[in-house]
C-alpha cells in the first residue's frame, strides 16, 4: 500500500492548493477586507508560479526538472513566509520596508488624503488569524511540507 500519490496526481495535489491558496488569500483581502502587506503579497507569488509549473508537470510528468522548480518554489515561499511570522512574532527585525511611502510628500492636505485612502499595513500586525495562528504561520508549514513530500516523491521514484 502506498500512501503517496502518483507524479501527475501529486501535480494536481499542487495545482489545486495554489489555486485554493490564491482564491482563499483574495477572498480574505477583498470580500472580508483584509489589507495584506508587503509581504503577504509577496508570499502568494510562489504559489502563482506553482499554478503554471504543476501544470505543465501534469503534461510532463516524467521530467524531474519540474519536480525540482517546484521544490524550489515551495523552499522560497517557505523562507518568505517563515521570515513574514518571525517579523509577526518579534524574531527578526524588518529588512523589508512593510509600509506605503505616502509620507514622502510635504503638503498637508495631500497628506491626510493619502493616508486616508491608503493606509499602510505592517508586516508585524498578523490581522487575519485562523483559530489564532496567522496566515504566514499557516503558509509556512504547508510549505514546509510541501517541500518535504516533494523531496520525497523525488527521491522515491528514483529509486
Do not use: W
Not at 506605503?100 to 492636505?109: I, R, V
Request: glycine share 4%; net charge neutral; proline share 3%.
Amino acid at each position: 500500500m502506498n500512501l503517496f500519490p502518483t507524479r501527475k496526481n501529486f501535480y494536481l495535489i499542487i495545482l489545486s492548493i495554489s489555486i485554493l491558496s490564491i482564491i482563499s488569500a483574495l477572498y480574505i483581502e477583498f470580500f472580508l477586507g483584509y489589507k495584506p502587506c508587503k509581504l503577504c503579497i509577496y508570499q502568494r507569488l510562489p504559489y502563482l508560479f506553482a499554478v503554471f509549473i504543476s501544470f505543465i508537470g501534469f503534461n510532463y510528468s516524467s521530467d524531474d526538472k519540474i519536480l525540482i522548480i517546484i521544490i524550489m518554489l515551495f523552499t522560497i515561499s517557505s523562507l518568505i513566509s517563515g521570515y513574514h511570522y518571525g517579523i509577526e512574532n518579534s524574531f527578526f527585525m524588518e529588512v523589508i520596508n512593510c509600509t506605503n511611502n505616502s509620507l514622502d510628500t510635504l503638503d498637508k492636505l495631500e497628506l491626510l488624503e493619502s493616508l486616508n485612502n491608503n493606509m499602510p499595513v505592517n508586516c508585524n500586525d498578523a490581522t487575519f488569524k485562523i483559530l489564532g495562528v496567522s496566515l504566514a504561520a499557516i503558509n509556512t508549514i504547508l510549505s514546509i511540507l510541501i517541500v518535504i513530500i516533494s523531496v520525497r516523491t523525488l527521491s522515491y521514484e528514483k529509486n
